[in-house]
């Protein structure tokens, strides 16, 4: 009975594989078009900011040069000189260390040159990511709104970070690996990939204080004491403190992440809502010819909706309150930062919400349809921004 099972396990897995694999390649089939139409009917713009922003790893090869853009130079620095700190203006070590490590790794053992094994990583972990956030799905969500899950998450406007040079990818795969075996008890691999997780990003380590909350409320609520095993959870916050314990050893200042953020006008500490206000108050709704207008509303506006998502979801609590504490720290942390700058590409990362959506995707298929709409419509044009160096705040 127990080989019966194993391999009726195998087949399952191996046809979600096949699907994933399947959706991946018409997602990215879909957006090469976009690439090679958007480039040939658009011009580079490379005058409306700083020169230094503006550099090109294949100049004479537009459509591949188009994966590295703004904070791709950063990781690439991290790569090819190491971290450097100066207090007086924009440093490195904003940027964790995970993706450079794995991609210099990954060059190392491979041969290939750094920017293809930056690409591969980012798209195997894509794939493995999806793999995990349907599992997770599948716990609250039949068969077709996992599917649902999975394609809100690939045409969401800012998705083709996760082909990039960027860390969207490796984010996702190791905070949906962490939950996925935490919801499943097993301790060891949700610290795990929990390590890793806060060691690609300092939001990483919000998942900690989710599970935390988690496992007290069950006691609270249920008298369940936490598993001798879940020890390993302490694994998470790792990640972060050894990052730190590093930038003390090298700068003598382990918060050096922290403190640069400033310049990159992080550094007001203001309440998540009060920034959102801010933003709203500033837009301008006759959308005159101002880019930075036009994506200063992109970023307000999916804020604001994601975040009435989860308080409606409050309510009906379709979601373990982990996911929702979660879902609710990776907005509120950088909005605390009074800016609303590149918040649709972490909220890309925020696999619960899209769960949420998916959860009322297979009950209303209207909602569903309009969702697919509104999201590849606006994948669309942002794409289109990105591709010709148009803005760095998506």
């Not at 699907?19 to 976009?34: A, D, N, V």
């Not at 139409?37 to 040069?65: K, T, V």
């Not at 919801?183 to 990939?193: A, R, V």
Request: with cysteine; glycine share 4%; aromatic share 22%.
């Amino acid at each position: 009975m127990e080989l019966k099972a194993e391999t009726s396990n195998f087949s399952q897995s191996r046809k979600l594989f096949l699907y994933i694999l399947k959706i991946f390649i018409i997602w990215r089939g879909t957006l090469l078009l976009m690439h090679l139409i958007g480039l040939s009917f658009s011009q580079m713009n490379e005058s409306s900011s700083p020169q230094e922003s503006f550099w090109h790893w294949f100049p004479d090869n537009h459509y591949l040069d188009s994966f590295f853009r703004f904070d791709s130079s950063w990781y690439n620095d991290i790569i090819q000189t190491g971290y450097s700190y100066n207090p007086e203006k924009q440093s490195n070590v904003a940027f964790f260390p995970l993706y450079p490590i794995l991609v210099k790794a990954i060059a190392s053992l491979t041969s290939l040159s750094v920017p293809i094994s930056g690409l591969l990583l980012s798209n195997l972990c894509l794939i493995l990511a999806l793999f995990f956030v349907y599992k997770i799905s599948n716990i609250y969500l039949n068969k077709r709104g996992c599917e649902k899950v999975l394609i809100l998450m690939l045409v969401f406007p800012t998705s083709f970070f996760y082909s990039c040079f960027y860390t969207e990818s490796l984010y996702l795969l190791t905070t949906a690996a962490c939950f996925y075996f935490f919801l499943n008890k097993k301790y060891f691999w949700s610290g795990f990939f929990g390590f890793f997780a806060s060691l690609t990003r300092v939001t990483g380590v919000i998942i900690f204080l989710a599970f935390a909350i988690e496992l007290l409320w069950k006691y609270l609520k249920k008298k369940e004491l936490p598993k001798r095993e879940s020890i390993f959870l302490l694994l998470i916050p790792c990640g972060l403190i050894a990052y730190m314990v590093f930038l003390a050893w090298k700068f003598n200042e382990p918060l050096a992440f922290v403190k640069t953020q400033v310049l990159w006008s992080r550094g007001e500490r203001v309440f998540p809502l009060i920034t959102l206000i801010n933003y709203w108050k500033n837009i301008n709704f006759m959308f005159p010819k101002d880019p930075i207008n036009a994506i200063r509303f992109f970023n307000t506006f999916f804020s604001s909706f994601f975040l009435g998502i989860l308080l409606f979801s409050i309510v009906k609590k379709p979601l373990n309150i982990s996911l929702l504490i979660f879902a609710f720290l990776s907005i509120f942390l950088p909005l605390n930062t009074g800016t609303t700058q590149s918040m649709m590409r972490y909220m890309m990362t925020i696999f619960p919400i899209f769960i949420i959506l998916g959860y009322w995707s297979q009950k209303n298929r209207y909602f569903y349809g309009f969702l697919l709409f509104f999201f590849t419509y606006f994948l669309s044009i942002l794409v289109l921004r990105y591709l010709v160096w148009f803005d760095r705040g998506s």
